[in-house]
């Protein structure tokens, strides 16, 4: 039996000031039952495991900084609309406004004041989930930076944080 040894691997972790976005929501608790409109200052924190490279570095942490912060930068000081939301009726309205209907409440928004999001709730599970699936979508970061996995995490508040993860395959780590 051949032995296969995997290249050297090391966890950068990025939890900087400036990694962060303000948002107003409402959390959907059944068909029936949702939080009031409301807001958070959430955080984030970046962990990725990359191969290191003879000269003892992973990656250039700015790339990866960036690609963080320009997510970050895409959500604030938006109201965020989870799109799969079963609970949910989205309609399009004229003068650039959307309707959003939850049980009898019927709250009405400008398209310029909110963000559609393809996620089913606006907890810091699925905003994990989010910024993690819009990090991967980036090939070039994936493969170029040598990524063998992500953990994005997402916090409400002091000691509180949502995280979702990804890992390469095995397969994909053969290639």
Same mark, same amino acid.
């Given at each position: 039996?051949?032995? $296969?040894?995997?290249? &050297? %691997?090391?966890?950068?972790?990025? *939890?900087?000031?400036?990694?962060?976005?303000? /948002?107003?929501?409402?959390?959907? *608790?059944?068909?029936?039952? &949702?939080? &009031?409109?409301?807001?958070?200052?959430?955080? /984030?924190?970046?962990?990725?495991?990359?191969? /290191?490279?003879?000269?003892? +570095?992973?990656?250039?942490?700015?790339?990866?900084?960036? $690609?963080?912060?320009? +997510?970050? =930068?895409?959500?604030?000081?938006?109201?965020?609309?989870? %799109?799969?939301?079963?609970?949910?009726?989205?309609?399009?309205?004229?003068?650039?406004?959307?309707?959003?209907?939850?049980?009898?409440?019927?709250?009405?928004?400008?398209?310029?004041?909110?963000?559609?999001?393809?996620?089913?709730?606006?907890? /810091?599970? =699925? +905003?994990?989930?989010?910024?993690?699936?819009?990090?991967? $979508?980036?090939?070039?970061?994936?493969?170029?930076? $040598?990524?063998?996995?992500?953990?994005?995490?997402?916090?409400?508040?002091?000691?509180?944080?949502?995280?979702?993860?990804? &890992?390469?395959?095995?397969?994909?780590?053969?290639?």
């Amino acid at each position: 039996m051949k032995l $296969k040894f995997m290249k &050297r %691997t090391a966890k950068i972790e990025l *939890f900087k000031e400036y990694l962060k976005f303000s /948002v107003g929501h409402f959390t959907i *608790f059944s068909a029936t039952e &949702r939080e &009031r409109l409301h807001g958070h200052n959430y955080r /984030v924190k970046a962990t990725f495991e990359a191969e /290191v490279g003879d000269n003892g +570095l992973t990656v250039d942490y700015n790339i990866l900084k960036n $690609k963080v912060s320009e +997510l970050c =930068d895409s959500l604030d000081e938006y109201f965020i609309i989870p %799109t799969k939301s079963p609970h949910l009726i989205i309609q399009e309205l004229a003068d650039e406004k959307i309707q959003i209907q939850h049980n009898q409440d019927e709250l009405i928004f400008y398209k310029k004041d909110i963000k559609l999001l393809p996620i089913a709730n606006t907890s /810091v599970e =699925d +905003l994990s989930w989010y910024l993690l699936e819009e990090l991967k $979508k980036d090939s070039t970061l994936i493969e170029e930076c $040598k990524i063998h996995s992500l953990e994005i995490g997402i916090g409400s508040g002091d000691g509180q944080f949502g995280y979702s993860n990804w &890992r390469r395959s095995e397969q994909d780590l053969e290639d």
